[in-house]
């Protein structure tokens, strides 16, 4: 049976979620919204920081909130309010199929006191079948009451940018506390970009045959060889020139301490998994950059 219930769909590009240093409050924006990317002002209570799209993304994948990771890693967000009574399973329709969930958030009203006592689960069958399940005590089964969901998915049949794969893997390990995990992932999803980004400058940029390109990347396979001399050849710079902060991020934070966990066995802390997921973030965002291409639609 149809909802009839009232739904919305936005495209994630449209969607960031952004979080101030100075209080900690996130936003959710549309892009479209937004006036000046480089000043987003802080609604936080009596906070009127302000900062930039990037700095605020960044803070938000770079931190344990579970919540925040997710309109950076979905194509497509579709939320919805639907009153059930407790203790039934109720069926949502999505009004547009789906080829990938991944991530449900069920919710009661914020603002209002969170009932802990209403037990929530969800069931999902794509491509468009959301089951909110709920259940409490005795003597509230029955009871009316009004549940938020939300649905992270994809439309599009495939991903194009393996690094938001990666880098929501790295989220999830530091969110199930698997800290060494978090930082091999958030290097798994620089190599892949940077893998993505010589080849299209060279191919692109370069024209050079794709032949070509092959033999230099089977030639230059090591992150570090293509990060300086490939990047030389195709633009004149290696990665270092363009940006030596984030440069640095990176090898400290990410690429030195992955090796040292894989070769080593060391067990890194949630600090440096959150270091190691902001510095990927940002050196990926640079990548991105160089081949105009944006992370998210601003
Ligand atoms: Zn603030």
């Not at 009153?83 to 069920?106: D, H, N, Q, R, Y």
Request: net charge negative; hydrophobic share 40%.
């Amino acid at each position: 049976m149809k909802s009839e219930s009232k739904q919305e769909r936005i495209s994630v590009g449209e969607h960031i979620a952004v979080r101030c240093e100075a209080c900690g409050y996130r936003q959710n924006l549309k892009a479209s919204d937004i006036e000046d990317p480089s000043k987003i002002i802080c609604t936080g209570k009596d906070c009127d920081v302000s900062f930039s799209a990037k700095e605020g993304i960044k803070r938000a994948i770079a931190s344990d909130n579970d919540y925040m990771a997710w309109c950076f890693i979905s194509d497509t967000m579709i939320y919805g309010k639907e009153e059930l009574s407790i203790g039934t399973a109720k069926s949502v329709t999505l009004e547009a199929p789906v080829s990938a969930v991944k991530k449900v958030f069920l919710y009661q009203d914020e603002g209002k006191p969170h009932d802990d006592s209403i037990y929530l689960v969800h069931k999902f069958s794509l491509p468009d079948k959301l089951v909110i399940i709920s259940s409490s005590s005795e003597e509230m089964l029955g009871q009316k009451v009004e549940i938020n969901w939300t649905v992270y998915a994809n439309i599009a049949e495939e991903s194009t940018q393996p690094w938001r794969d990666y880098l929501r893997k790295a989220k999830e390990s530091l969110i199930n506390e698997d800290y060494p995990d978090a930082i091999i992932e958030a290097e798994i999803a620089v190599e892949v970009t940077l893998e993505a980004i010589v080849w299209e400058l060279l191919i692109k940029r370069k024209k050079l045959e794709e032949d070509v390109t092959d033999w230099i990347l089977n030639h230059m396979k090591g992150v570090s060889d293509r990060s300086k001399h490939v990047m030389e050849l195709a633009i004149g710079k290696k990665i270092s020139e363009i940006n030596p902060t984030v440069y640095k991020a990176w090898v400290n934070s990410v690429a030195k301490k992955r090796n040292l966990i894989v070769h080593q066995g060391y067990a890194a802390s949630k600090e440096e998994a959150l270091e190691a997921i902001g510095a990927a973030f940002e050196i990926i965002w640079l990548m991105l950059e160089l081949v105009n291409r944006k992370p998210i639609r601003i």
